[in-house]
């Protein structure tokens, strides 16, 4: 099995970035394991570094200290075997749903080998009969499931996705996450995903990573030893959920109930 990721002593440092040109230090003598083929979350406070260590593995950025690898092999640069979901579904607006899906094909010069891959992941996302529409024609959550299929067409070892639900509404988010986890269990991917959503972290992984406030450090890694499908309602799960508000508020009282950290 393949995607095995792999974080040590990792440190990445913004000089002057903060508005008084002092430098700004994001995360700091990170070290985590994700082992091939799991379900990893990464939550914590907004601004703590999440994204930063997710553009990291996908080789958008370098770290100022530290290493990160894939199957033992160092990141240094972007690679197709590691697709990225973003926040929004940063579509090409003049391109259809159909040519967006394939871009990244044509541009390593592979669509025609796999162009049936295009077909493929369509349907497996569910956008059957939208293949000619345009992204504006489409609604949120479609938009989502073609940025999904977009990252997934090139067979990637690993799927990173910041905050793919966040502006979804609560229905759609709720439909999403089904689809994200039958997308995982058919195609036995490395998966690690960025929430606030301490449910949506508990309902999809095998692991929540929580992150301490900037410079992040890893604060506790948990294993969400739950049998598939899950209830948000079952007591185990609310378990779960109250374990990891108490180690975000760091033993504080818990004040509110809106679990959108």
Same mark, same amino acid.
């Given at each position: 099995?393949?995607?095995?990721?792999?974080?040590?002593?990792?440190?990445?440092?913004?000089?002057?970035?903060?508005?008084?040109?002092?430098?700004?230090?994001?995360?700091?003598?990170?070290?985590?394991?994700?082992?091939?083929?799991?379900?990893?979350? !990464?939550? *914590?406070?907004? #601004?703590c570094? &999440?994204?930063?260590?997710?553009? %990291?593995i996908? +080789?958008?950025?370098?770290?100022? $200290?530290?290493?990160?690898?894939?199957?033992?092999?160092?990141?240094?640069?972007?690679?197709?075997?590691?697709?990225?979901?973003?926040?929004?579904?940063?579509?090409?607006?003049?391109?259809?749903?159909?040519?967006?899906?394939?871009?990244?094909?044509?541009?390593?010069?592979?669509?025609?080998?796999?162009?049936?891959?295009?077909?493929?992941?369509?349907? !497996?996302? *569910?956008?059957? #009969?939208?293949? &000619?529409?345009?992204?504006?024609? %489409?609604?949120? +959550?479609?938009?989502?499931?073609? $940025?999904?299929?977009?990252?997934?067409?090139?067979h990637?070892?690993?799927?990173?996705?910041?905050?793919?639900?966040?502006?979804?509404?609560?229905?759609?988010r709720?439909?999403?996450?089904?689809?994200?986890?039958?997308?995982?269990?058919?195609?036995?991917?490395?998966?690690?995903?960025?929430?606030?959503?301490?449910?949506?972290?508990?309902?999809?992984?095998d692991?929540?990573?929580?992150?301490?406030?900037?410079?992040?450090?890893?604060?506790?890694?948990?294993?969400?030893?739950?049998?598939?499908?899950?209830?948000?309602?079952?007591?185990?799960?609310?378990?779960?959920?109250?374990?990891?508000?108490?180690?975000?508020?760091y033993?504080?009282?818990?004040?509110?109930?809106?679990?959108?950290?």
């Amino acid at each position: 099995m393949v995607g095995e990721i792999t974080i040590k002593n990792v440190g990445r440092t913004f000089i002057n970035a903060d508005p008084k040109g002092e430098d700004v230090v994001a995360l700091s003598g990170l070290d985590l394991e994700i082992k091939p083929g799991t379900f990893v979350s !990464l939550i *914590g406070p907004s #601004g703590c570094g &999440k994204t930063t260590l997710l553009r %990291l593995i996908a +080789g958008l950025d370098s770290p100022s $200290s530290g290493q990160l690898l894939l199957d033992e092999q160092e990141i240094i640069e972007p690679h197709h075997e590691r697709g990225f979901v973003f926040q929004s579904a940063n579509l090409f607006p003049w391109l259809n749903i159909y040519n967006n899906i394939a871009f990244g094909l044509r541009a390593r010069h592979e669509y025609k080998d796999k162009k049936k891959a295009v077909n493929e992941y369509i349907r !497996l996302v *569910g956008l059957q #009969g939208f293949e &000619k529409s345009f992204p504006h024609q %489409l609604s949120g +959550g479609m938009c989502q499931r073609a $940025s999904l299929a977009r990252a997934l067409v090139g067979h990637p070892k690993v799927l990173l996705m910041d905050e793919p639900l966040g502006a979804l509404d609560a229905f759609t988010r709720m439909n999403m996450q089904e689809e994200i986890l039958r997308i995982w269990q058919e195609h036995n991917m490395t998966m690690v995903m960025v929430t606030h959503d301490v449910d949506e972290a508990i309902y999809l992984s095998d692991q929540v990573v929580v992150m301490t406030p900037r410079p992040a450090r890893i604060e506790r890694v948990i294993d969400i030893k739950l049998a598939r499908p899950r209830a948000r309602n079952q007591e185990d799960f609310i378990k779960y959920r109250t374990h990891i508000l108490e180690i975000l508020n760091y033993g504080g009282d818990i004040k509110s109930p809106d679990y959108y950290l």
